[in-house]
């Protein structure tokens, strides 16, 4: 019997996740401030309040941050919300690290190459992506998802509100928060929509569908 290879994506937990790659090997396209302040300051407050909370139901801590997401309604009234935008920012941020690398970008390969072809193309693709980021309102996240329904979508999320909590399985994310890009592209969210795909990491995200399916 043929083995299964099991498809290995990074577990998330109660621990800020270090960056996989130096703070500046994403330049010129995302800055060495922007990823110090975004990951040691606004990730790590994310977490901070995610766990000040859970303090309070420590039981809850035997599940993974994912799992609450997944089950939000099961979480305690009283720190839901807490959780809803704490945990969010938690796990958004922990999978949109592992989804750029140096010198990445280029043209989708392997399995995530076949679902980009059949949602239009590549170029369809890329626009259609940039085009929920831009004309998604305030702050929030661009995902391709794999909903319930085993249908492939481009979705948008306002704040930290997780596809998680929607029953879908998050393939690929931008993040449109102002912090995200505003000490490089200021007000102009379309120029960073656009850079972002010279870091995008096919390689992770090909993980992330392997694990879906």
């Known amino acids: 019997m043929k083995e299964t290879a099991t498809i290995q994506v990074a577990k998330i937990g109660y621990e800020l996740p270090p960056l996989p790659y130096a703070y500046e090997s994403l330049e010129p396209f995302i800055d060495q401030e922007t990823m110090h302040v975004h990951h040691d300051k606004h990730h790590q407050a994310y977490l901070n309040n995610l766990v000040a909370a859970l303090d309070k ?53 392997g399995k995530i190459a076949e679902i980009i072809k059949g949602l239009g193309g590549f170029d369809a693709f890329k626009a259609n992506f940039n085009d929920a980021g831009l004309k998604h309102f305030g702050s929030g996240w ?19 509100d997780s596809p998680l909590s929607q029953g879908c399985h998050p393939i690929m994310v931008n993040d449109v928060w102002e912090h995200a890009y505003y000490l490089k592209y200021q007000n102009r969210r379309a120029e960073w929509l656009q850079a972002w795909w010279n870091v995008v990491n096919w390689e992770e995200i090909n993980r992330r569908v392997e694990a879906a399916m």
């Open 142 to 160: 661009v995902w391709l998802v794999l909903t319930p329904a085993k249908e492939y979508k481009i979705i948008t999320t306002p704040n930290q």
């Open 57 to 109: 139901h420590p039981e809850l801590k035997a599940k993974s941050p994912e799992e609450l997401l997944r089950n939000l309604n099961q979480v305690p009234e009283d720190i839901r919300g807490a959780v809803r935008n704490n945990g969010g920012g938690h796990v958004h941020h922990s999978i949109f690290w592992t989804l750029m690398k140096p010198k990445g970008g280029g043209q989708p390969t």
